[in-house]
């Protein structure tokens, strides 16, 4: 589920894998402690009118389950899997042909890893667990406190053994703080107050016997605010950081404002160092004359490549050029063919012309002829024909 929510660090996903398993552990480790501690009596019914011996006694067999069974149970199940996982180790090694046991790395390989997000989440749980067994019914059980010691210096130690002994070496990794588990421990801190100011006022017999409910239920409101106060008195007294951490890093602070910001003493004069000031100065001269060299080397190339952008630019418009004129005298002896051919066709449409006009007028003429010689040959048959007159005989 955790997986599917798609959380954007790990620290987000964390706190929400450490919610759902603080809310699976807390109903699966104390729901049957709640009911033999409030519900049984007025269900079956226990022994004597309480059931507080009932509780007492399974709280007892959990701690002892923890102390023996946990702790054992801690170091020799990863004990039995690393030599059965160096004997298959080894078993392959002979078959290679070599007659030597595993090198300390080949035996480091064997070992198991330790997982940096559930290792440490597996650990803080069954703190958390245990000190809900303490808190919650320590009022039934006044033993659990000394148990829950003796099971703690155990498991310290195992833990020790089976991280230098068992596991590779873990990955550090930094954390701001110890995430939701502080949240845990103050969620069960508070209901313990609770359970227990109920165990004392209306569950175990011949503490507040002779008082009336009511009066019972007022003790059970004080108690309850009496408590929670002194929690938070305590709270505000004990730091959440110890005095020497907060030493230690007031003194890391001064060391980076003196080594690396080069701030002055309190009761020094900053002036007063001409050493100091004369280095200064002289460094500060050297990085403006690199940074003088590094601006007038920028310039040069950028003037080379402006020069060659612009010699560029010249031949292309030289070409340019070039090309235009040679447009141009194309486009003039294009003209100069076009008149030609032009003139040429005037000339030869006048001659066709005046062909048509003389071909025109020739026979025209020639009709003219034809009727002139017509008539005048008219005029002499007349003649010959015509008989001779009076005066002519005579």
Known sequence: MTNLENHRTDIHYQDSLITKLFLFQFVNSYSSFFYIAFIQNQVDGCDGGSCMRTLAKNLGIIFLVQLVVGNVQDIVVPYVRVKKRLRDELDDIRNTGKTKGASP??????????????????????????????????????????????????????????????????????????????????????????TNSALLCFIMENV???????????????????????????????????????????????????????????????GVDEVALESFKLTVHAQDTKLATIEKNVIDRMLSEAERVGHGLEAGIAATEAATDKIAHGLGGGLTLARQASQRGEGSGARKNKRKSNAKVQPAQEMEVTSVKQSVDSSKGEAEIQPPSSDDNV
Do not use: C
């Open 105 to 194: 790395v080949e035996y480091e390989y064997t070992l198991d890893t330790y997982d940096n997000i559930m290792g440490p989440i597996n650990d803080y749980i069954s703190v958390a667990i245990q000190f809900g067994y303490l808190s919650l019914f320590v009022a039934a059980f006044p033993l659990a406190p000394l148990m829950a010691l003796a099971n703690n210096y155990v498991s310290i130690h195992a833990d020790v053994y089976r991280l230098l002994n068992m596991m590779r070496r873990p990955v550090p990794l930094p954390s701001s703080d110890i995430g939701n588990w502080q949240e845990v421990m103050t969620i069960l801190a508070i209901i313990a107050v609770v």
């Open 208 to 270: 507040f016997d002779s008082y009336s409910w009511r009066t019972r239920l007022w003790i059970f409101v004080a108690m309850q605010y009496v408590i929670f106060s002194s929690m938070y008195v305590v709270q505000l007294a004990v730091p959440d950081v110890p005095s020497d951490v907060n030493l230690q890093h007031e003194r890391a602070k001064l060391l980076a404002a003196k080594i690396v910001d080069r701030v002055a003493d309190e009761d020094e004069d900053p």
